[in-house]
């Protein structure tokens, strides 16, 4: 698992295990906070282990930037530490995370044997929360659009925004809306952060962050207008479906070669909702 320090006390672990999904964990001396966790505990416990190192205080946090199993999964290996996130990731994780679990563990029973859903302790809904902690002031507030419940965390001092996968190397909306996403997108342009911690794939460093935002809501423009053409001139969705990744604006390489598979289903999903 790659392991980097992202600015003084804020350091990221990116799984080798799942689509280079992230974790990042801000360290105070009054504990540490973890956003997100990973999917498997056995990358989690390296977490764990690099806290008893660099955090004496321990974990006072997590956060879930949305209720999807990659990023949930990890909080196992810390069942006593309270988890916030956004009120609808509760509400989702009460009723899909045991049988999204389940389905899971049939696909990697040794990985997830011992995974328990835990549920978030405290919530917000649409407005704004800030959490201060060993002199680090954490905003916490919704970043819809890759999924209704998306919670991104900016950190004040430092200038960097967690931005779940509201930002990914290749913007995904099998369970969001593109219109809300680019609309999350912009509220990050005027934030201007120095740095973008992305759900999946490398931090966005200073002077690629406005470049990559308007990347990716070039790109939901795009795979909108393909749609929407496809649908008015009743073109079959086969055809549609062979739409390159990269005549988007997006290279087939981005997340070790994930891009054209996310693309794909992209363009499935909103074809499918336009077509009703």
């Given at each position: 698992?790659?392991q980097?320090?992202v600015?003084?006390?804020?350091y990221?672990?990116?799984?080798?295990l799942?689509?280079?999904v992230?974790?990042g964990?801000?360290v105070?001396p009054e504990g540490a906070v973890?956003?997100?966790?990973?999917?498997?505990?056995?990358e989690?416990e390296?977490i764990?282990?690099f806290?008893?190192?660099?955090?004496?205080?321990g974990?006072r946090y997590?956060?879930y930037?949305?209720?999807?199993?990659?990023?949930?999964?990890?909080?196992?290996?810390?069942p006593d530490?309270p988890i916030?996130?956004?009120?609808r990731?509760?509400q989702?994780l009460?009723?899909m995370g045991e049988?999204?679990?389940?389905?899971?563990?049939?696909?990697?029973?040794?990985l997830?044997a011992?995974?328990v859903?835990?549920?978030?302790?405290?919530?917000?809904d649409d407005?704004?929360?800030?959490?201060?902690?060993?002199?680090?002031?954490?905003?916490?507030?919704?970043?819809?659009?890759?999924?209704d419940d998306?919670?991104?965390?900016?950190?004040e001092?430092?200038?960097v925004?967690?931005a779940?996968d509201?930002?990914?190397?290749?913007?995904?909306?099998v369970?969001?809306?593109?219109?809300?996403l680019k609309?999350?997108?912009r509220?990050?342009?005027?934030?201007?952060?120095?740095?973008?911690?992305?759900?999946?794939?490398?931090v966005?460093?200073?002077g690629?962050?406005?470049d990559a935002?308007?990347a990716?809501i070039a790109?939901?423009?795009?795979?909108?207008?393909?749609v929407?053409?496809?649908v008015?001139n009743?073109?079959?969705r086969?055809?549609?479906?062979?739409?390159?990744?990269?005549?988007?604006g997006?290279?087939r390489v981005?997340?070790?070669?994930?891009?054209p598979?996310?693309h794909?289903a992209?363009?499935r999903?909103?074809?499918r909702?336009?077509?009703?």
């Open positions: 698992m790659l980097e320090r600015s003084s006390d804020i990221l672990f990116t799984s080798d799942y689509t280079q992230t974790a964990l801000i105070t973890l956003v997100d966790t990973l999917p498997f505990p056995v989690a390296v764990l282990e806290l008893s190192r660099r955090a004496p205080a974990l997590i956060i930037t949305h209720y999807h199993a990659d990023h949930i999964y990890g909080a196992t290996l810390f530490v916030i996130a956004h009120a990731c509760r989702k009460q009723t049988a999204g679990l389940a389905a899971a563990r049939e696909e990697a029973p040794d997830l011992d995974v859903i835990r549920l978030p302790d405290i919530t917000l407005g704004e929360m800030l959490l201060s902690l060993g002199g680090k002031t954490l905003r916490l507030f919704p970043a819809p659009g890759h999924s998306g919670l991104a965390v900016y950190v001092e430092d200038q925004l967690f779940g509201a930002m990914m190397p290749i913007p995904t909306i369970d969001g809306d593109p219109d809300v609309e999350t997108l509220k990050f342009q005027a934030l201007e952060p120095e740095s973008i911690v992305q759900g999946h794939g490398e966005i460093l200073r690629e962050v406005q935002l308007r990716n790109y939901l423009e795009t795979i909108q207008r393909i929407t053409e496809a008015a009743e073109r079959r086969t055809t549609l479906m062979k739409t390159d990744v990269e005549k988007c997006v290279p981005a997340l070790n070669g994930e891009a598979r996310l794909t992209n363009l999903a909103l074809f909702r336009m077509s009703r």
